[in-house]
Each structure stands twice: as C-alpha cells, then as structure tokens.
C-alpha cells in the first residue's frame, strides 16, 4: 500500500495519542475475578434466516476473517452466504459480509470429504442437531461423508479442524473460483486473475483479484497440519473461469483429523505469512478457540445487564453483532485500517455506541475514512476492502467525523479531517452534485433521476455536522454556509399534504404523486432511497423543531406521526421493496430512515408515544429465534438501536452527544466506561404494565429536558427511571 504524506503524519499523531488513551478506554478487562462467560448468551444463527443476513461463522471482534459454512449463493437470500432452512452446507468459506443487502466477498471455499475425486456436485447433507455456533467457533457434522468440521479464527487467520469418520479416502475441495455472488453468470466471470501456488506438500499461497461488488485483489497463504499425497485439478465449470479447483489427498487413519490455517492479507502474500505466523503459529486449535472466547467476553461484558434469560439472550447477540465490523483490512504489522463501512446504516446508532462502549477504536476507524479519502478525494460512503462501492447516498462520514470530534476525540488529524469533510461535501463525486445542490436548494427530480428527495434529506444532515465543525474549529464563514445549506430540507416539504416530495428544476411539485410508492434506484427508480414518503418526511435528524413548525406545532406533528403508525403497512400500487421491512403502519423498523422516528414524539412534548413504541418495536422486531430480527442487521445497527434503546436513550441526531431519552427495557444495566468509570442504568418499578417513564435522574438529580448529554453520560454515576403503569410526561414534574 502507498501512504500519502498527510496519512503518514494522521497516523503519528493518532500512535502518539491512542498509547495514551487506551489504557483509559479499555472498558473491561479480559481476566476478572469470578468471570462471567457473556458469550452463552449469544446466538450467532438469530438473522441468519429470510432476510436477516446474518452468517453463524467464527470471527474475532472486528477481524478480518469470517469462518464458515455456506448453504447457497447466487441470489440475495445469501448476501451473508447462508439460510438457516437449508438442508446442504457446499462447504466453508473464509469472508463474510454481516447483514447487509448486497454480495461479495465468500473467498476460498473448502469442503472436507471422502471418496471419489470427482463428483457431479459438491456439498453435503448436514446433522442439524450437531450444528454449533458460539461467538468464535463453529462446528457441524457433514453427514454424506462422516466428518466432523470444526473452524475458529483470530484477526487474520482461521483454522479448520476437520475429523473423517468413515474409510474412504480423506480429501478436500479447495475451490479459489468460488465468491459469494448475484447470478451464476458473475460466479464464473467474478475472477479476474489468479495465481496458486503450491509450494510445498503442505503449503499453498496466492492471490484472486475479483470484482462482485466492487474490484479488489486479497493474499493467501493456507497450511495443512499433514502432508498431502495426492492433487488433482478439477475440470473449469464455464470457459470464463480464471481460478482453479484442487481436490487434495491425504493419508489419515479413520478418527484421525486434519488441520488447515488460512490466513487472508490484503498486502500480499508476505503479509499473509506474517499475519498466520504471528497468530496461529502452531496446531493447538482448542488455544485459539478459548482465545477468541476471551476476545468476545472482553467485549460482551462492556454492559453487564439483569433481566429474562431471553432478554440477555437478544442483548448480547446485538451486541456480538455490533462488534462484528468494521473490519480491520491491515496486517498485524502495520496500523489499522478499517474498512466494511455501512456508513449509511451504521451512522445513526452503531458508531455513536462505539464511543460509548469501544471509544478505543474510534480514532482508528476515523483515521481509516481519512485514509480512504486521501486516495480516492472523498469520504467513504459505503467502504468495503479499503474501497468505494459508491452503494447507497449521502456521504455519513461527516456525522462520525464529526461526532467523534466534538466528543473529544483527538487521536486524528482535526484540521485535515475537517478539510476531507469539507471537499466531500462540495466537489462533485458520484451520487453528489453539489452543483445543481447548490444552484437549487435540492436536487430536482427532472435533473437527478432517482432518489432527489432522499438525496437532499441525507445531504441536509451532512451540511448541519459540516456546519458544526467550521464552528468548534473557527470557520465562522463556513459555518453560515453549511448552516444555510442544512435548512434545505425545507425546500421539499409541501405544506399543503405536509409531506416530503419531489420538485422539478422549474419548482414544479411531482405530478401525479402517490405518498405510499416505494422507491429502489436499482429497480422501482423515485424519489426515495428504498422507502416512500410517509418514511422520509420525517428524516429531519438535526432540526426536529424546524420540521415541528413546518407541520403545524406540536399537536399536528404528534397526529400526523400517529398516521405513519396507523396507516396500513399495504397499499395498492405502492410497489415492493425488499429493505422495507419491520412494519407497524408506515413504519418500517427494518430499514434504517425509520430508526429515529419513535423518538420524535418526546421533541413534540408527548414521550410517553415513545415509550409506547419503543416498547412495542422491542418486543415485535426483536426476538430470540433464527429469524429474529425484522430486516438487513446491516453491519450492526439494527442491534445497535436495541442496545440504545434497551438503556433508555437514543441518538436521534447522532452527532455531537445529545440523547433523546426513550423508556429503558431492562431492569438494570451496568455500563463500563473510559477511564473505569461506570454509568449504571436502573429501571425501578419496570414490568409488562409498567411502560411508561415517571421521572428520571441522573446522580440523583432530575432530569427535566427531553434529552441527555453524552458528556454528563460519561461521568458515569446512576440513570434512575422510575416506571409507571400510566401515560405521563416526566418533562413537566
């Protein structure tokens, strides 16, 4: 990798600061007394089933490497590679993407088995009621052919354990060709060179450079515990295939096992070794298992909560897939460079929870966006190996940026950050004309053809944290600039039908307007980024009184959102989105523009509405079975809003530290924080009748105001809610 002169001098000042900040933010220590094994609460198969995408493989919090078995490709079912139902398991890929909507990754396939070299198909059956997933280890047994396959992982490197039964001849499918894709077509033409080489009886490396989602190159290096006796090339499935398929012999006794590592590098294949030889340097895969499970319990225990055995059971799996990603795509000896940012999900909830509950990483996963920025000239958008995907809209760099500055994080470079920040959000990139931004105070559905009025929503929020910077650094001209671009939004609220929607470069309204459509760039096309405009409305993140007064006041805000919660969840001719999930009314809890919204009703005065539906959403879109969760997990932020709102509060604008206080779901929580500080939530009177919030204090003092600062949070102390069986508004006691 090339570093540019200003990473170089970002990653100095971030090593001379991060030394300093982390033995502060270390949030729990790996080894305590009596400890507590938080990972018998997690259920890595919740979301792996419809449309959660979730995979049940194992990983190590935030690694690169994603162990595990796949059950079927080439349609969106398996963005994550796997679907809970099926019967066939084609074998145990090393990459994985968690909850999102989109394919890629899957990198090399291998499949244990016996027999005969060649078969028709490969895969097997499999023993449902021996299949094991706990966080770091996976194991199944492939029951066409009598093996045991056990697999775990730490950052880089995975290793197989594979145990053959039976007494046929032991081999294994190594398929370099195989990638998590959308068409049969794009599995056999993904690959766009390839090298293997196998140097040695027990050693094989190499490099794929691919392009599903995006094009980019990934190093191997794979090592067998025996020596192999036998190597045969599969015949190529297509003409346009470019990587090979090895069967590999081995001479093992029946009950014997056969080990494999597989360390994956972005680098090379030097930086593989490094990586393998740095963290699985022998056999000893029971070591690196309890490793993993300490690595995830270090995490885990972040929040120590009471409460059901199913409530700790939907807890702690959030939580394990809120730690999951962003994934760190550097080598063990360089800094870190994070990357599988799904910035425009994970803005909203998951990055405002990592300051809380992993402020250690934060100034890395900054560091990486500037990173990404000084090589391609613009913030990432949605990041994936260190690359754009140029998927979804907005550039929601800023809010983290941002947010992490104005939070006191100070391991980056502010005034470059603050230049990346600026240069994104007014210099023409794909998805943001700034131009025609700026020339119309919106985009004009006439001139961009898909998504104008969601595209102006998102870009608003960036203007308003762009605007928020200039201020803490200064910058009074920029200030006013963005500040003035952030009331855009007005310029799409049609007061007559009090709703978002399209306007044309003339000032022309969309005619004919149907407010219930769904809009896909992809497929349906509108003026919506996969949702319609009873979603969107309310998209006004950072100026909810603004968009209070637009509607009318307080009384008016709160009916017309009761209409979003009442209005059927179908309508004739509204179209069908595959994201638009989760639904109470209008309301689409699985898909991320509607996360804030339960929340609006404590800004319009009426919280016990929030707490009401927070407790509704809770209970309906969040459960503790395989297909638990009610849309794309999309890289954590599903769980994150949970986790937020199980404690009580939630980043309805999530940049700078302000929370809107919700209703807290269990009974007690204990937040460790920086510096071994502790923030200890407690619910008194709470039960099934008891939804609602009577009053609240922190550190024994009440709390008046609708929302809770991020700084008084970090204090630690005691948020006490006292519950009620009534509707009240605890802002007038």
């Not at 027999?115 to 029951?143: I, W």
């Not at 360390?263 to 000893?284: C, M, R």
């Not at 929030?610 to 932020?637: A, M």
């Not at 709470?686 to 919030?693: F, G, H, Q, W």
Request: aromatic share 14%; with cysteine; hydrophobic share 35%.
């Amino acid at each position: 990798m090339i570093l540019s002169k200003s990473f170089i001098f970002k990653q100095k000042l971030y090593f001379s600061i991060v030394a300093v900040v982390f033995l502060f933010a270390c949030s729990a220590p790996e080894k305590t007394e009596n400890k507590v094994d938080f990972t018998k609460y997690v259920n890595p198969f919740v979301g792996a089933a419809e449309f959660g995408h979730c995979f049940p493989g194992a990983c190590v919090p935030f690694g690169l490497i994603q162990a595990g078995p796949e059950t079927g490709n080439c349609s969106w079912a398996y963005c994550s590679g796997y679907q809970y139902e099926d019967s066939i398991i084609n074998g145990f890929s090393q990459t994985r993407l968690n909850g999102t909507g989109c394919m890629d990754l899957g990198d090399i396939l291998m499949l244990p088995f016996s027999g005969e070299t060649v078969m028709k198909k490969y895969g097997s059956h499999y023993n449902k009621s021996t299949e094991q997933a706990t966080p770091g280890y996976y194991s199944v047994e492939l029951t066409d052919f009598g093996v045991k396959a056990e697999m775990t992982a730490s950052e880089h490197t995975a290793i197989h354990r594979y145990i053959f039964q039976g007494s046929e001849k032991p081999r294994l499918l190594i398929d370099f060709q195989s990638a998590l894709t959308g068409s049969e077509k794009q599995l056999h033409e993904h690959v766009l060179n390839a090298n293997v080489n196998i140097e040695n009886e027990t050693t094989v490396s190499g490099f794929s450079t691919t392009k599903v989602w995006l094009e980019r190159t990934y190093y191997y290096v794979i090592e067998f515990s025996k020596p192999f006796v036998a190597k045969t090339e599969l015949a190529k499935q297509d003409d346009a295939e470019k990587a090979p398929r090895y069967v590999f012999g081995f001479d093992l006794k029946p009950g014997e096992d056969l080990m494999v590592k597989v360390a994956i590098s972005s680098t090379g294949v030097d930086g593989a070794k490094k990586d393998l030889q740095t963290e699985i340097p022998d056999w000893g895969f029971d070591a690196v298992r309890e490793k993993a499970k300490d690595k995830w319990n270090n995490y885990l225990s972040r929040v120590q909560v009471d409460g059901t055995e199913e409530q700790k059971h939907i807890f702690y799996t959030s939580m394990y897939h809120l730690f999951i990603q962003p994934n760190n795509i550097a080598d063990v000896n360089e800094d870190p460079f994070y990357s599988t940012l799904s910035i425009w999900d994970t803005y909203r909830a998951a990055h405002p929870l990592y300051t809380i509950l992993a402020p250690e990483r934060v100034d890395g996963f900054v560091n990486s966006m500037l990173r990404q920025n000084d090589e391609q000239g613009f913030l990432p958008i949605w990041a994936l190996w260190g690359k754009e995907t140029y998927c979804m809209i907005g550039n929601h760099s800023v809010p983290i940026i941002v947010d992490a500055y104005l939070k006191g994080f100070r391991g980056f470079d502010a005034e470059g950050a603050y230049q990346a920040v600026k240069t994104s959000l007014t210099v023409n990139h794909l998805n943001s004309e700034w131009d025609v931004y700026d020339k119309y105070g919106y985009y004009p559905f006439d001139l961009i053809k898909t998504e104008s009025v969601s595209k102006t929503l998102e870009s608003v929020y960036d203007d308003y944290c762009a605007a928020q910077f200039a201020k803490a650094l200064g910058k009074n001209d920029d200030y006013k600039y963005f500040t003035n671009r952030s009331n855009f939004y007005k310029n799409l609220f049609d007061s007559r039908i009090k709703l978002m929607r399209g306007k044309d470069s003339k000032g022309n309204w969309r005619t004919p307007f149907n407010s219930f459509e769904l809009s896909h760039a992809s497929t349906s096309g509108g003026d919506y980024t996969e949702g319609n405009a009873w979603q969107y409305t309310w998209h006004v993140q950072h100026d909810v009184p603004g968009l209070i007064d637009l509607m009318g006041g307080p009384d008016y805000f709160t009916t017309k959102l009761d209409s979003l919660f009442e209005l059927s969840g179908k309508q004739k001719g509204s179209g069908f989105v595959l994201d638009v999930t989760g639904l109470i009314g209008q309301y689409a809890h699985g898909n991320e523009p509607s996360h804030h919204v339960s929340y609006l009703y404590t800004l319009a005065g009426k919280p016990w509405k929030t707490q009401k539906l927070v407790r509704e959403i809770c209970k309906t879109k969040y459960q503790d079975k395989i297909n638990g969760l009610c849309g794309n997990d999309d890289c954590g932020q599903m769980s994150a809003w949970y986790i937020f709102t199980c404690l009580g509060f939630y980043p309805v604008n999530p940049c700078g530290g302000d929370y809107v206080i919700g209703a807290p779901q269990l009974p007690k929580a204990v937040v460790h924080l920086a510096g071994g500080k502790t923030l200890t939530v407690i619910a008194n009177n709470l039960s099934e009748e008891n939804k609602y919030v009577s009053s609240v204090k922190l550190n024994g003092q009440q709390i008046k105001s609708a929302q809770i600062n991020h700084k008084d949070l970090m204090q630690g102390g005691t948020l006490e809610f006292e519950m009620t069986d009534k509707p009240v508004n605890f802002t007038e006691k």
